[in-house]
């Protein structure tokens, strides 16, 4: 064991601050790691505040985590002292079910232990995230970092990269493809990027005209108003794919219309109940299809770090003190970032 500090929230009401912690020292199979940046993702505020009713306290955020490597334990065959490394959102799973087997460890049937606030699958501890000066990692969960990726920006490929692409990547985006995006923030605007590097036509759907220069920045060749009805009525039965990064409850029946037969809407930033519901007849008549993802396996995250370095595509980040992270929280809930807060570690030790 040895004494680590880290920024957590001590209750669902309380900001996060400094706290010290113990770090298991390295076992057998695993690397520990300094951290130098973490990103910080939508879901560390609900973690934190509890909104999604299962917090363990205290709780340390952050599961877009780069580093190096600084000790390996006896097994570790994978990586050296000194090799620059990413952990994403799991650090553990069974790794013996149908879904582990097939390097799909976000499905895990017994459930994965997630990068922070889950039970350690040996000694029980509670799990505790990379807003932390280092953390250790069984080598499984650790993939690395290309020598072509900016270290800050590569961080929230591990999160928001994987989550977008894993998708695209499973549904057999292909060039000529005409794929929807439906919002643009530390999500969508990486579901741009990955779609047209995949070679589809990529449109932007967003509640805000004034978005739409910056999507095309952002790579897309067209934008939807969505509030716009007769926009909305252009574009029926158009889209193959539908990727849905909006995190909160939204209507989907008038973007199943945008889809051809067969095409294919997929939920990635909602995990609540669908209010309104779907009409059904939306999907039967066209034999559409309304799918989920979660974030992506290992070997896809690797997968996905490799893609952005052929691509040279990378997050839109805004550097952070983590002295500042308590105001990045409530800039994130008013959309007042782009697209996404890395922190920078250096400033831990302050």
Same mark, same amino acid.
């Given at each position: ?178 794929v929807g995006i ?18 589809? %036509? ?8 004034? +978005?739409a220069e910056e999507? $095309? /920045?952002?790579? &897309?060749?067209?934008? *939807? ?46 995990? %609540? ?8 007849? +939306?999907?039967?008549?066209? $034999? /559409?299809?309304? &799918?989920?993802?979660? *974030? ?52 831990l030790k302050v």
């Amino acid at each position: 064991m040895y004494t680590a500090i880290g920024y957590a929230a001590q209750s669902a009401t309380t900001p996060l601050a400094p706290m010290k912690f113990q770090r298991r020292s390295p076992r057998a199979d695993d690397v520990a790691i300094e951290i130098l940046y973490c990103g910080v993702c939508h879901s560390d505020i609900h973690q934190a505040r509890n909104e999604w009713g299962i917090a363990v306290y205290p709780l340390m955020p952050g599961h877009e985590i780069v580093g190096k490597v600084t000790a390996i334990g006896a097994n570790v065959t994978q990586y050296r002292i000194g090799d620059l490394v990413g952990v994403g959102c799991m650090v553990d799973s069974c790794r013996s079910c149908d879904a582990c087997q097939a390097d799909l460890e976000q499905y895990c049937l017994a459930g994965p232990t997630m990068t922070y606030a889950t039970p350690d699958r040996v000694d029980g501890s509670n799990t505790m995230g990379g807003y932390s000066d280092s953390i250790v990692v069984s080598e499984h969960f650790v993939v690395r970092i290309p020598q072509k990726l900016d270290l800050a920006s590569a961080a929230p490929i591990l999160c928001a990269g994987i989550t977008t692409y894993s998708p695209l990547k499973h549904y057999g985006v292909k060039a000529g493809d005409k794929v929807g995006i439906l919002g643009m923030g530390g999500l969508g605007h990486m579901g741009i990027k990955f779609a047209k590097a995949m070679g589809a %036509e990529v449109t932007l759907f967003t509640r805000s005209p004034s +978005k739409a220069e910056e999507a $095309r /920045r952002q790579g &897309a060749d067209h934008v *939807i108003v969505s509030t716009d009805a007769e926009q909305m009525k252009a574009a029926a039965g158009h889209f193959d794919f539908l990727l849905d990064t909006i995190p909160v409850q939204h209507d989907l029946n008038p973007y199943l219309d945008t889809l051809r037969f067969d095409g294919v809407h997929i939920l990635v930033g909602l995990i %609540e109940p669908v209010d309104p519901p779907v009409h059904a007849g +939306k999907l039967v008549m066209s $034999r /559409r299809v309304l &799918a989920g993802s979660l *974030i992506g396996g290992i070997a896809e995250t690797q997968e996905v770090l490799d893609f952005c370095a052929e691509h040279n595509i990378t997050c839109d980040i805004e550097m952070l003190d983590i002295r500042q992270i308590n105001e990045a929280f409530t800039r994130m809930i008013a959309g007042d970032v782009k697209y996404r807060f890395v922190i920078d570690m250096a400033t831990l030790k302050v």
